[in-house]
């Protein structure tokens, strides 16, 4: 081979990889071509199960002999796709032999078809290949790495489960296989669990969810292509259910979108590219779910591959993405009233304009409106005025609305209102509902009215987000 390879990739393993990122440079040589993918990590079965090697083993079209130079040179394979910098492979077997990638590669076995061949030493520009190896049943490609790391498998494993199906969920959804197995140094056999049976995990695929706060149903809030000059990209947008766990729990700061490209997520639940819409990122987006699918096009990511670099065509996406959120009139769901005195300069009036608004404005993916016959200030046959009234479905629905806290009182005249107009559905809508309300409701009015059924838009529902920011006009 040309060039110092061995020092470079030496070099370029230190440019902060983690285990799951090396790993995931291997997986991405082999989802080109392969479709089972098998990841072995070989321990030692006791305690923690230190891991002292890793195979990955595919079924793809396998390396050529007259390739295999180029592929274990740094550099020397790349393109405007999954190869873009050819520095992965090399890099990550360095990382696995603690930054030096003639400890770190155990062997390399493959067959394209023609050649059946192993590599079983990398020292400075040569590599030691045996040409005379039996002839597989299938084509396909082995890497076997020594580990000279401080890891273990019980530590790693589901969050390497979770990470694969992350960023390898296309591929996975589209017919292709990831396993990981936990093998005994000593005898080559998959671990068993208590019961007897393989420790083998099947990698699931994991896609953002969705939940739409209006509708109730499993939507996202947006959909569309964006495009730029020269990308073209398919822009989800949602919210994730509030009782939602795992990767795409809601948590501080944690708002974001997956970016994929080349069938594999190489930025997962990132706020960057939103940054044009919104410059700082803000709890009220703790639920913000999506992706980013780039269907033509390339945007040039860094050495590593798990982020965006800052051209002028990145720029220009975020620009458009920015637009599309504004156009589509979704920035209310992320958007709560963030100013008190602005909030407190309103009148209970204008907000319940506002919510009836909100209300005749909502309609279901089929277009038929969710509420119907809405109305203001409707009288009861005692005189007494009821904020907002309106028909969902077969259900008449009463709305009592309070600029700020709402309390047992309260409760009491809400429920007041829907006895006397033979109501069993009713809404707050106030800025915090009092523990005491709730009380009311649960221990006193609901043993005797077991139908009723009382919603809390409070000012952490999307409901309450939606009409302060976009149906109230909060500055005026």
């Known amino acids: 081979m040309e060039s110092n390879n061995e020092l470079m990739a030496n070099t370029m393993s230190k440019s902060g990889f983690t285990f799951t990122s090396a790993l995931h440079e291997l997986v991405d040589n082999a989802i080109v071509t392969a479709k089972n993918i098998s990841i072995n990590l070989l321990v030692e079965n006791h305690g923690q199960r230190s891991i002292k090697k890793i195979s990955v083993v595919d079924d793809g079209d396998g390396i050529s002999l007259s390739e295999a130079a180029v592929a274990l040179s740094v550099g020397a394979r790349t393109n405007k796709g999954i190869h873009e910098h050819g520095v992965g492979m090399k890099s990550a077997i360095a990382y696995f032999g603690d930054t030096d990638i003639s400890q770190g590669l155990d062997i390399i076995r493959s067959y394209d078809g023609v050649d059946s061949y192993a590599i079983n030493g990398y020292e400075s520009n040569d590599l030691h290949i045996d040409d005379g190896l039996p002839i597989p049943t299938t084509t396909g490609t082995k890497i076997v790495m020594n580990v000279l790391l401080n890891v273990f498998a019980v530590k790693r494993v589901n969050n390497l489960r979770d990470s694969l199906g992350i960023r390898y969920a296309n591929f996975i959804n589209q017919g292709g296989s990831i396993v990981i197995n936990e093998v005994d140094m000593k005898d080559g056999q998959v671990i068993q669990d208590a019961k007897g049976n393989p420790t083998t995990v099947t990698v699931k695929a994991i896609f953002p969810p969705y939940f739409h706060p209006t509708t109730l149903t499993n939507v996202h809030l947006l959909k569309t292509e964006v495009t730029t000059q020269n990308i073209v990209a398919e822009l989800t947008i949602g919210m994730s259910p509030e009782e939602q766990e795992g990767v795409w729990a809601r948590h501080s700061y944690g708002g974001g979108i997956d970016v994929v490209q080349n069938d594999r997520v190489i930025m997962h639940r990132v706020y960057e590219p939103l940054t044009v819409w919104r410059a700082k990122n803000h709890t009220s987006l703790n639920g913000l779910v999506g992706q980013l699918v780039v269907k033509e096009g390339h945007l040039a990511t860094t050495p590593k591959k798990d982020n965006i670099q800052q051209t002028d065509e990145w720029y220009e996406m975020k620009k458009v993405i920015s637009e599309a959120i504004k156009e589509a009139k979704i920035t209310s769901f992320f958007n709560p009233p963030e100013n008190d005195d602005d909030y407190d300069s309103l009148s209970e009036s204008l907000i319940r304009d506002g919510l009836a608004d909100y209300l005749k404005a909502q309609v279901l993916p089929s277009g038929d409106a969710i509420w119907n016959d809405v109305k203001t200030e409707e009288s009861t046959d005692t005189n007494l005025s009821m904020d907002v009234t309106a028909n969902s ?79 109230v006009d909060v500055g005026n």
Do not use: R
Not at 427 to 440: D, I, S
């Open 393 to 471: 479905g077969n259900a008449f629905y009463v709305f009592e609305v309070k600029k700020g806290n709402f309390n047992a009182q309260d409760m009491n005249q809400l429920v007041g209102y829907m006895v006397t107009v033979g109501a069993t559905h009713g809404v707050v809508f106030a800025k915090n509902v009092l523990a005491n309300a709730k009380k009311q409701f649960d221990e006193h009015w609901k043993p005797l009215l077991k139908d009723f059924n009382i919603q809390y838009w409070e000012e952490s529902s999307a409901q309450h987000k939606t009409v302060l920011t976009t149906y």
